[in-house]
């Protein structure tokens, strides 16, 4: 299985610089393709709707997974429950590009997550902070997403996850070797993961930003904050003009730290998603699986 | 020397680290003022060929990219890039319309050849002019189908063509800057100070 870890964290490298988009049928699948995303996310409902119908949010239909893989050539992601092991085997049965561990479902087990070290397919899971990102790697992650706030258009939560992260690993970077092992007591994560982070100022795997990205400058902020591309959830598809939306995201983070490019790209978008303050919503999916 | 990498989407930050190993002078390249500047060679990373292409269109880059390779700029295609590179591609999607690629080497190229990241794969494998055998990553790659008589060829895995080259222009269906072992990319080099 090394290999296979291995060759899971190389796809998530191709994916850098990218934007991965959600989608619900093959039509915005290929909507999303055409827009220049370098990966789907395959699910029935967007987050955004996810939290408005309340309820037990589970993984997809396999048919409706299976019609947007016939649809695009590009990566496709789908989402299984925290902890839910046979949904993760079924999307592993369908040939998924890569597992979404996923706090938007509702969490199937409020303790254990996933052992991903036992599957074949890759594993992106989300995090708050350096602490949850390695302990998602050494279960088998093979890339990392902030958990942001889904389904609200509200960034705010995924700037202070990215930052908390970066800011965390920059203090890792600057201890003494002999202060390694304290560091790991503290943040609860296995003391090689710890070293790795001290000795190359980065995590492992990819580290991608999700949770509220709704705009191109929402995107490029991201990108500056440390993030090596995006997850585009709700705000492309509950949009006025998805297509044109989902291109200037797409752009924008090729460009994230040209303001007269990103300026172009924001104009005349039509209307965002509306979206919710993160303090107006009951349902704080971030703290779901920790 | 000075060699630029193209930073659409994807991998370029592992070609730049391999460079930088290598000790040579790189920069990036985001859009056409960035294009402008001198250079003696071009990579074209892994990442997703239909982004990457798309991006190369909308930003201006596709017709000046193009101009240079056929004027005999030395140019590295990774992955992605062995795609882009293609004049033929098969493994499209049906419905959508076809990406926009340089299109300068003539080759048939198979997109998603393996399938998808299950058939991602790992070997060890003779690559023609490098002794003894390099380590070659192959996720959710493309192969040769084909090629005309003026391409070289200079890897085969599986009956496959995973490597070729073409007077200034040389691919890989494999990721040699995800590897340790640099010598293909000195092999690129080798092309550009020839030149």
């Known amino acids: ?290 | 020397m000075r060699i630029a990498v193209l930073a659409l989407q994807g991998a370029f930050l592992e070609h730049e680290m391999m460079l930088s190993k290598l000790g040579i002078d790189c920069f990036e390249v985001r859009q056409l003022e960035d294009w402008q500047q001198e250079k003696d060679g071009l990579i074209i990373p892994g990442g997703e060929s239909t982004t990457q292409g798309k991006l190369l269109r909308d930003l201006g880059l596709l017709t000046p990219i193009r101009e240079a390779i056929e004027g005999g700029l030395p140019v590295f295609g990774t992955c992605a890039g062995l795609i882009l590179l293609a004049r033929e591609v098969e493994g499209n999607s049906p419905s959508a319309p076809v990406p926009p690629r340089l299109a300068t080497m003539h080759t048939t190229a198979a997109r998603n050849a393996y399938g998808r990241q299950l058939g991602s794969f790992h070997v060890e494998s003779h690559f023609k002019g490098i002794e003894g055998d390099i380590p070659m990553t192959f996720i959710r790659a493309p192969y040769i189908k084909e090629a005309s008589e003026e391409v070289e060829v200079l890897s085969e895995v599986d009956g496959h063509i995973v490597a070729a080259r073409q007077g200034n222009q040389l691919v890989t269906a494999f990721h040699p800057e995800l590897d340790d072992d640099m010598r293909v990319h000195e092999y690129f080099l080798k092309m550009v100070k020839s030149r």
């Open chain 1, 1 to 290: 299985m090394a290999n296979r870890q291995e060759l899971n964290r190389n796809l998530a490298q191709m994916l850098k610089g990218g934007v991965i988009m959600d989608v619900t049928t093959p039509e915005q699948a290929r909507i999303a393709e055409a827009a220049g995303a370098c990966a789907v996310m395959a699910l029935e409902r967007i987050p955004a709707d996810i939290r408005a119908a309340g309820g037990v949010s589970r993984m997809s239909d396999p048919k409706m997974i299976k019609g947007i893989q016939e649809a695009v050539t590009i990566p496709v992601m789908a989402k299984c429950r925290i902890g839910h092991i046979a949904e993760a085997q079924i999307l592993q049965a369908i040939e998924i590009d890569y597992i979404d561990e996923s706090e938007v479902l509702s969490p199937a087990d409020n303790i254990y997550h996933i052992d991903k070290t036992q599957f074949e397919v890759p594993f992106v899971c989300g995090a708050r902070n350096l602490s949850e990102a390695l302990r998602r790697i050494a279960e088998g992650a093979t890339m990392i997403r902030t958990k942001g706030e889904p389904g609200t258009g509200d960034v705010v939560q995924a700037v202070s996850h990215m930052r908390l992260m970066q800011s965390q690993i920059r203090e890792l970077v600057g201890k003494r070797e002999d202060e390694l092992f304290e560091a790991a007591k503290q943040l609860q994560a296995p003391y090689d993961l710890v070293k790795y982070v001290h000795d190359n100022g980065k995590l492992p795997v990819v580290n991608f930003a999700a949770g509220g990205v709704a705009t191109p400058a929402d995107a490029a902020l991201m990108m500056q904050l440390g993030a090596e591309g995006v997850f585009v959830g709700s705000g492309i598809f509950k949009s006025g003009d998805p297509a044109k939306r989902a291109a200037a995201i797409v752009k924008a983070v090729t460009n994230y730290n040209d303001p007269k490019e990103l300026a172009a790209l924001s104009e005349d978008l039509g209307e965002a998603m509306v979206g919710i303050n993160e303090h107006e919503i009951e349902v704080l999916m971030a703290e779901r699986g920790q």
